[in-house]
T-cell receptor
């Protein structure tokens, strides 16, 4: 079945620096790649997503890039702020055989130091 | 944060007891999901339902059961057969499962076995 690897598991940056989180996937039929942010003790919330027919998508300080050939996609956060501190999860949605369920990476704990 | 609710927020269970976690949504979503979250393990799918009176096992269904008698409700029962039930349980819902629709998460239930 589909497998999603997420790196790094922890990431610490200084406020104002950029942060990059990378995920690789195995199912070439995957067609949807969302990123979720989970603050401590709260529910995961979608922050950005990308479909397989797009290579890059940007929303203010966050962006996602997709390389279908290499089967990896990345989350980029620029000008990080302390409120960006959270656990970030990538996910993929596979082809029809997977019933369209999301497969999540194990998460990256981002700490932004003021 | 409205739209999908879970109760209770905290639940304590003695060994050998069955407990039921509630999940309700008023988003008119067809699909509903249950995930288990353990530290460093990401989100793992327990059960999902695409339509009323139908549901399928996810990756870790052993020791769990669900029902989907109403579109708005998708309760999860943790049975005594689940050997390690202490975890954070998240319910989610989305529009049509095979579309790109976002999954919305509930606030979660933290289950502890005493």
């Amino acid at each position: 079945g589909e497998n999603v690897e997420q790196h790094p598991s922890t990431l610490s940056v200084q406020e104002g620096d950029s942060a990059v989180i990378k995920c690789t996937y195995s199912d070439s039929a995957s067609n949807y790649f969302p990123w979720y942010k989970q603050e401590l003790g709260k529910r995961p919330q979608l922050i950005i997503d990308i479909r397989s027919n797009v290579g890059e998508k940007k929303d203010q300080r966050i962006a996602v890039t997709l390389n279908k050939t290499a089967k990896h996609f990345s989350l980029h956060i620029t000008e990080t702020q302390p409120e960006d501190s959270a656990v970030y999860f990538c996910a993929t949605r596979g082809g029809g055989g997977s019933q369209g369920n999301l497969i999540f990476g194990k998460g990256t704990k981002l700490s932004v130091k003021p | 944060d409205g739209g999908i609710t879970q109760s209770p927020k905290y639940l304590f269970r003695k060994e050998g007891q069955n407990v039921t976690l509630s999940c309700e949504q008023n988003l008119n979503h067809d699909a509903m999901y249950w995930y288990r979250q353990d530290p460093g393990q990401g989100l793992r799918l327990i059960y999902y339902s695409q339509i009323v009176n139908d549901f399928q096992k996810g990756d870790i269904a052993e020791g769990y059961s669900v029902s989907r008698e109403k579109k708005e409700s998708f309760p999860l029962t943790v049975t005594s057969a689940q050997k390690n039930p202490t975890a954070f349980y998240l319910c989610a819902s989305s529009g049509r499962q095979l579309s790109y629709n976002e999954q919305f998460f509930g606030p979660g239930t933290r289950l502890t076995v005493l």
